[in-house]
């Protein structure tokens, strides 16, 4: 019986102190450390812990017997689950079904950790830092003084790195606002600006083979000011903070169909969480002015990144379980579990969609209203996501998205027509299984866009001469 009761006594103590220290950990996460995006979900594992800390206070009057079962269920399932996650953790690229079958088809592809690309790079000698993402910031911003900053572009002139698909991490230099743009090209009378997300960015290609280099290679001066995980309202304040003031002839506003605005979780509606993104479309006269703070976004995105790679994210991820529920698609069921419910309950969802396109109406109304006071014209490019060609998925919005931009007289060049006229689209996208487009799917979509721009009477420097 007193073994009994010391094992008891040891068990509440050690499993008190791990959920304590869990406790002060993601506290800091969210008040202290600068984090990914919504804290969402770091309140909610907070609350799960403040639970579980009352629940053993509780158990602690109830009898041996159930303690004893309790203890016994807990750390004989807990204990298997954390070791195969940390498991997991450490050996990510052998749990990549994609990349298994790329290696046992001998097909040469970079396992290398983007950690060890960032510090392979510095060995170099090269001023490299992470990608930035406007996602990252967007809840919180970047404290500068007693203000804080929400940058839309990265660090300037510096070396980073876009994300590995085609078997390479593409090495990009970033212009002097952060974006990813080719080091020649002048920034004075500009024949077309790029907005979007990471298809505007040039995920996950070669600097030269991105929509803008292939457009500057028609004799267009572009630039792209997308960035990954942009959403429209981000695409939006990009346009207020730059575009407005660079003055193109033309803007290209890429859309894509996979996660812009879709029946589900999307970016339109993350964005719609974030009161600073919210200012943009409320208050006609919001801006950060960016375009004129550069040496203020490097300072303060330098000092992020020096916090972010000081950050152990592999703890995070362990806690969450991450990889376990990647490997066993929990979050796509779940996805599509919540994607069922909302298909069957329409009306108790009506006022979440309803907003969504409320915003999305007036983001492209405003933008049409912006551009044509200066003279800028404007096109809606409709970008098509792989699961058209690998699964029975389809943008339920689409009809209704491309019949109001119609009716903005905005003109729409739809990829997804360009594409269904080949033989086996899949050919366009990374070994026929990531997301973003190879350099013959950037190269395809940039052809289309050329033709449509000659056929608008927009006649490139190559073809005048």
């Known amino acids: ?130 990608n930035f993402l406007p996602i990252k910031t967007e809840y919180s911003g970047i404290k500068i003084g007693e203000n804080f900053i929400y940058p839309i572009g990265g660090v300037s002139n510096i070396t980073t790195f876009l994300d590995n698909e085609n078997g390479y991490f593409p090495i990009i230099k970033t212009d002097k606002y952060g974006f990813n743009n080719l080091k020649h090209v002048n920034y004075n009378n500009l024949d077309i600006i790029i907005l979007g997300d990471s298809f505007a960015e040039g995920q996950a290609v070669n600097q030269i083979e991105n929509l803008s280099s292939n457009l500057n290679k028609y004799g267009y001066k572009t630039i792209s000011l997308g960035k990954s995980a942009n959403g429209p309202l981000t695409s939006y304040a990009t346009l207020k903070e730059y575009v407005l003031d660079l003055k193109p002839k033309i803007v290209l506003w890429l859309f894509f169909e996979g996660n812009d605005i879709i029946l589900g979780e999307d970016d339109l509606g993350r964005e719609m969480e974030s009161q600073h993104l919210l200012n943009y479309i409320n208050d006609d006269e919001y801006t950060q002015n960016l375009i004129f703070r550069q040496r203020e976004i490097d300072q303060a995105l330098k000092v992020y990144f020096k916090k972010i790679e000081n950050e152990n994210f592999f703890l995070l991820n362990i806690l969450r379980l991450k990889n376990l529920r990647d490997q066993l698609n929990i979050n796509q069921a779940l996805n599509s579990i919540n994607n069922y419910k909302k298909i069957q309950n329409k009306d108790n969802d009506i006022d979440i969609n309803a907003k969504k396109f409320e915003i999305f109406y007036q983001i492209f109304k405003k933008t049409k209203k912006y551009t044509s006071d200066k003279n800028i014209k404007l096109y809606f490019i409709f970008l098509p996501d792989i699961k058209n060609y690998n699964s029975e998925w389809k943008n339920n919005y689409k009809s209704e998205i491309i019949s109001y931009i119609n009716s903005l007289e905005i003109t729409i060049i739809d990829i997804e027509d360009i594409f269904n006229t080949k033989k086996n689209p899949l050919e366009f996208f990374p070994y026929k299984l990531f997301p973003h487009y190879n350099s013959r799917g950037y190269a395809l979509i940039s052809d289309a866009i050329s033709k449509q721009l000659e056929k608008d009477g927009y006649i490139s420097t190559k073809l005048k001469h």
Request: some cysteine.
């Open 1 to 130: 019986m007193k073994l009994n009761k010391l094992i008891l006594e040891i068990c509440y103590i050690l499993l008190t102190i791990i959920l304590l220290i869990l406790l002060f950990y993601l506290t800091y996460k969210v008040y202290f450390s600068p984090y990914f995006g919504s804290t969402q979900i770091y309140n909610f594992s907070i609350f799960i812990i403040i639970f579980l800390l009352i629940s053993l206070f509780i158990l602690r009057k109830s009898n041996k017997k159930v303690q004893i079962y309790f203890f016994i269920v807990f750390f004989s399932s807990s204990i298997p689950i954390i070791t195969f996650e940390t498991y997991l953790e450490f050996n990510k690229k052998i749990f990549d079904s994609r990349l298994n079958n790329l290696i046992k088809k001998n097909i040469d592809f970079d396992t290398r950790s983007k950690k060890k690309v960032l510090f392979d790079l510095r060995k170099e000698n090269k001023e490299t830092y992470l």
